[in-house]
């Protein structure tokens, strides 16, 4: 987990831009701090089924929760398929009111391939503001597949908890997007 943080961390700091484009970024801002805008493709959505959560409860850490993964579906433009049972999101409400979620779960393509997925996402929700919910998503899919793309990218998501019609199973809803 602390290396997924380190890596976004040197990403966000610049550390990883080209030495002619940071210098250019720099030059064409005033302030100290330098912006660099990211641009992403949309992979999948994915309509992830839950059950009910279970409470470990409060530990060193925070509270810490437990969400079995119950199946789904996901689609995108070049991959679709079903999310498989038996993934769990281990949860820990942190003691400053923030929480990590770490998903781990299964894809099965369409063509029968499967994808392991590990999703970490971050809550943070502050008064009177939109909350604040973004992921990074790990994704290993076999070598000798058409897929093998997914291994060579980095990954972030969103995460959605929608309104429930009366008589729905819960679920939420995971958008996943390539950095370029």
Not at 15 to 43: L, S
Not at 90 to 104: F, H, K, M, P, T
Not at 112 to 128: P, R, T, W
């Amino acid at each position: 987990m602390k290396r997924h943080f380190l890596l976004i961390s040197l990403l966000l700091s610049g550390f990883f831009i080209p030495q002619h484009t940071r210098a250019q970024t720099t030059e064409q801002n005033t302030e100290e701090t330098t912006f660099v805008e990211f641009n992403t493709e949309h992979m999948w959505d994915a309509k992830v089924k839950i059950a009910e959560t279970i409470i470990l409860g409060d530990s060193k850490r925070g509270t810490r929760r437990i969400v079995p993964i119950l199946g789904g579906t996901f689609e995108g433009n070049k991959i679709k398929g079903e999310v498989l049972s038996g993934g769990e999101d281990w949860q820990n409400v942190r003691q400053d009111g923030d929480s990590e979620l770490y998903a781990r779960y299964l894809l099965k393509t369409d063509d029968g391939f499967i994808i392991q997925v590990i999703n970490q996402v971050l809550i943070h929700m502050d008064v009177g503001k939109q909350p604040y919910v973004r992921s990074v998503i790990d994704l290993e899919a076999p070598n000798d597949s058409k897929y093998d793309y997914l291994n060579h990218s980095i990954f972030i998501g969103t995460l959605q908890v929608p309104n429930l019609k009366e008589g729905e199973d819960p679920y939420v809803i995971i958008g996943v997007y390539r950095l370029l």
